[in-house]
């Protein structure tokens, strides 16, 4: 079992900064896949981007890359969210979760899941 708890969410300006952290429990956090999703009011959640077991290896959505940075430091447990130039419409609730395999962007492939942590960006 793992238990992830998000952290660093915030109200910010657009094109401002943001880094997200999931702190998880449990010492089999580095045989897990890691992903970053977001839910917008009114929308499906989606994915943001996913990392690799080893951090060797991670995924971003189109409308992210080059602006968001995907990290992790297995051996403090954290996996991170390095968000910069933020849109208004980045506006979610964003949420960590582990998986078996970073090539998996389905919801339903990630089996633990921290609480979310508001992000706000404002025009």
């Known amino acids: 079992q793992v238990q992830l708890v998000e952290s660093g969410g915030g109200l910010v300006q657009a094109g401002g900064s943001l880094r997200l952290s999931c702190a998880a429990s449990g010492r089999t956090f580095r045989r897990y896949a890691m992903g970053w999703f977001r839910q917008a009011p009114g929308k499906e959640r989606e994915v943001v981007a996913t990392?690799?077991?080893?951090?060797?290896?991670?995924y971003y959505t189109d409308s992210v890359k080059g602006r968001f940075t995907i990290s992790r430091y297995n051996a403090k447990n954290t996996v991170y969210l390095q968000m910069n130039s933020l849109k208004p419409e980045e506006t979610a609730v964003y949420y960590c979760?582990?998986?078996?395999?970073?090539?998996?962007?389905?919801?339903?492939?990630?089996?633990?899941w921290g609480q979310g942590t508001q992000v706000t960006v404002s025009s």
């Open positions: 979760a582990a998986g078996n395999y970073y090539g998996d962007y389905d919801l339903r492939d990630y089996s633990y």
């Open positions: 990392i690799s077991w080893s951090g060797a290896s991670s």
